[in-house]
């Protein structure tokens, strides 16, 4: 099952206002991923990180690889309605576990115009 | 490019059936996994193929099978469904250390 603990599980925030979620594992990752999905596609990627204390960037996203590296956060400055959807994040073992992501249980995002 | 191409997007199957959904990878990507997603579960790991290679596994029983060709398409097979077997199946391509997942095929096992 899921090892990945991410929260929180909804947000329901006004249109400006910035967001922060995070993941907490009970394992070591040597890549953290953040994904968004919208309703009936499948996940996108948003950002891909790959050292520990890593901060990375991406318009109005940016992500950090915690330095234990059991932790990831991602924050969206300045949310706008398009930001609304399903955010996962994603950890890779890395060495022999070829493909085999563990995913957070999602945090859904709300944003009111 | 184009992006990870899964087929088809929807179907419905009855109890017993058996279903065979296909995904075309990212030109270039060898490496393709097969994830089945569900409300309750959420998003978890089925199996992945490099190079016509079966190199993981995840905990789903045998009723669910893959195989990739040489050209890295791969499909996936469900024998004997079940109503637990419904769900969002995506399959996703890797390069580097990212997976880019495609838009999913929705089962409905009725």
């Known amino acids: 099952g899921q090892q990945l603990n991410q929260s929180p599980q909804s947000m329901f925030i006004q249109e400006g206002e910035d967001v922060s979620m995070n993941c907490t594992s009970s394992?070591?990752?040597?890549?953290w991923l953040w994904y968004k999905q919208d309703p009936g596609e499948g996940p996108v990627l948003l950002i891909a990180l790959y050292k520990a204390g890593e901060l990375t960037s991406n318009g109005r996203l940016t992500a950090q690889f915690g330095i234990t590296r059991k932790d990831s956060f991602l924050n969206i400055s300045a949310s706008i309605p398009s930001d609304v959807g399903i955010y996962f994040c994603a950890g890779d073992a890395g060495g022999t576990s070829y493909g085999k992501l563990t995913f957070g249980q999602g945090t859904i995002l709300t944003v009111h115009p | 490019k184009a992006g990870v191409t899964q087929t088809p997007r929807y179907l419905i199957k009855t109890r017993g059936q058996q279903v065979t959904l296909s995904c075309s990878p990212i030109?270039?990507?060898?490496?393709v996994s097969w994830y089945q997603q569900t409300p309750g579960q959420g998003l978890q790991f089925l199996f992945e193929?490099?190079?016509?290679?079966?190199?993981n596994k995840g905990n789903f029983p045998g009723r669910f099978s893959g195989r990739q060709f040489s050209n890295s398409r791969s499909e996936m097979n469900v024998s004997t469904l079940e109503l637990g077997d419904s769900a969002l199946y995506l399959c996703a391509s890797k390069d580097q250390g990212e997976l880019f997942f495609g838009e999913g095929s929705r089962l409905t096992v009725l």
């Open positions: 030109s270039g990507h060898r490496s």
């Open positions: 193929y490099f190079s016509e290679t079966q190199r």
């Open positions: 394992s070591i990752f040597n890549t």
